[in-house]
Every structure is written in C-alpha cells, then in structure tokens.
C-alpha cells in the first residue's frame, strides 16, 4: 500500500499516539494561565515562624489549606524531601489524617504533623506543607521560632569535682550550633 494512502486511511486514529503530547502541552499552558494561578490551592497555616517546642515534649504542626477542587487535592508533609513516613519509620514524626471541610464552592483541608517527643533531630528537619492540586503545586517551609528550642531542665547529678570546685568546672552550652 502507498505510504500516502495509508495516512489518509488511518484518519482520526493516526492522531493517537500525539494525543498524550497535546494533552501534556494543554495542562501545561493550563497551569501558567492566569485562570489557573486563581484555581492554584493556597495555604493559610502555617505563613509565620512556629515557636519552637521543648525539647522532650509531645509536640503538632498544623498545615491548612483551600482549594477550588474539592475532590482532587492532595495534602501531604516532606521531612528533608521524604515522605515522613519513610524518614521515620519508628513513629517519632507521623502525620495525621486529612480532614476536609467543603466551603461554598471550595474546601478546606488541615493536615496535622505530630511529634511524639521534640528532638534536635527534628529541629534540624525541613519539613514541608505540601499542597496539590490540578492547577497547581503550593509549599511552605516550617520555620521554628526562636531558632533554638526551650530545653527541659533535668536534674543534674553532682560529681566529687562539681562539689569541690564548681567554678573550676567547664560547662557546654548544649544549644551551640554545630554549623
């Protein structure tokens, strides 16, 4: 058969297999529209620095967000780019579950991130809101406040040399930074 008869004959179904790439270019012109950047989700919680928690303490984040798509937005948290999940296996940071409140004709999400116990770990861990929709990606970055969290004061046991020459004795700040 002739290579130009067969063209023609295929018609609509030669068209196929650049369908996916003009589907992909549509979403693409979609998201850097100006209708688009209004549907984009946007998140309320956390804007300001959260103030940092005592160490050892049991401790949430709450991350909430609006959408114009109800059904089809994701909210999730990233630990250092991870799912937190998988950047803690033992529980120590989980995420809570999404809870979503229609509001005339968008929704409300809240997701919360638990802390079982505060650590330095987790206060040396970027952690991201992240917020999914089909016009858009929104994150935001929990900052702590004040940079350093509040330790918990433990009794300290004293040694034969605090008690003979407590001035003499060289103490670490525990807060220094390593960087």
């Not at 058969?1 to 295929?10: F, I, K, N, S, V």
């Not at 049991?58 to 999730?76: E, G, K, N």
């Not at 950047?87 to 809570?96: H, L, T």
């Amino acid at each position: 058969m002739d290579p130009a008869a067969a063209r023609r004959r295929l018609g609509v179904m030669g068209a196929v297999p650049w369908l996916p790439l003009v589907l992909l270019c549509g979403c693409s012109h979609f998201q850097s529209s100006d209708a688009a950047s209004s549907l984009r989700p946007e998140i309320i919680s956390p804007l300001k620095p959260v103030k940092s928690p005592t160490l050892g303490k049991r401790f949430s984040v709450t991350c909430q967000a609006q959408s114009s798509f109800p059904r089809m937005t994701l909210i999730y948290w990233l630990a250092n780019g991870s799912f937190v999940e998988d950047r803690y296996p033992d529980g120590a940071v989980s995420k809570g579950d999404v809870v979503r409140e229609l509001r005339g004709t968008k929704v409300l999400l809240t997701r919360e991130l638990h802390f079982r116990s505060f650590s330095w770990r987790d206060w040396s861990t970027s952690f991201l809101c992240m917020v999914r929709n089909p016009a858009g990606l929104e994150k935001v970055l929990v900052h702590w406040d004040p940079e350093r969290p509040a330790q918990i004061s433990e009794p300290q046991q004293e040694t034969r040399q605090d008690v003979q020459t407590p001035e003499s004795t060289p103490t670490m700040d525990r807060t220094e930074s390593t960087d």
